[in-house]
Nanobody, 125 residues
Framework: QVQLVESGGGLVQAGGSLRLSCAAS????????MAWFRQAPGKEREIVSA????????YYADSVKGRFTITRDNAKNTVYLQMNSLKPEDTAVYYC??????????????????WGQGTQVTVSS
């Protein structure tokens, strides 16, 4: 059974930093594309960033380019999201997702097979 467990969320002031982690289990992690999505109250779930199975390809939403960095450690079955220069509009529940096809880095939530339970990120002004 595939499990994704996020950690690292919390409350931070604007301009601060957080690092989210997502630990995967239950399949060969290195074969999968991994992504971070977020969902704010009353809004649709949106992609934040994604990384291909060996990290050769990455994707960032325009709203986070230059501030967020996605990385993965296949030996630890973990994907990270380093978030710097946080803004109040980054406040959301952040979800880790896994796409087992690993052929293209997709940006739509519907393309992902497994999801974590989410971790809350709150940025105060």
């Amino acid at each position: 059974q595939v499990q994704l467990v996020e950690s690292g969320g919390g409350l931070v002031q604007a301009g601060g930093s957080l690092r989210l982690s997502c630990a995967a289990s239950g399949r060969t992690f290195s074969s999968d594309t991994m992504a971070w999505f977020r969902q704010a109250p009353g809004k649709e779930r949106e992609i934040v960033s994604a990384i291909s199975r060996i990290g050769a390809r990455t994707y960032y939403a325009d709203s986070v380019k230059g501030r967020f960095t996605i990385t993965r450690d296949n030996a630890k079955n973990t994907v990270y999201l380093q978030m710097n220069s946080l803004k109040p509009e980054d406040t959301a529940v952040y979800y880790c997702a896994l796409d087992k096809r690993a052929t293209v880095v997709y940006t739509s939530p519907g393309e992902y097979d497994y999801w974590g339970q989410g971790t809350q990120v709150t940025v105060s002004s």
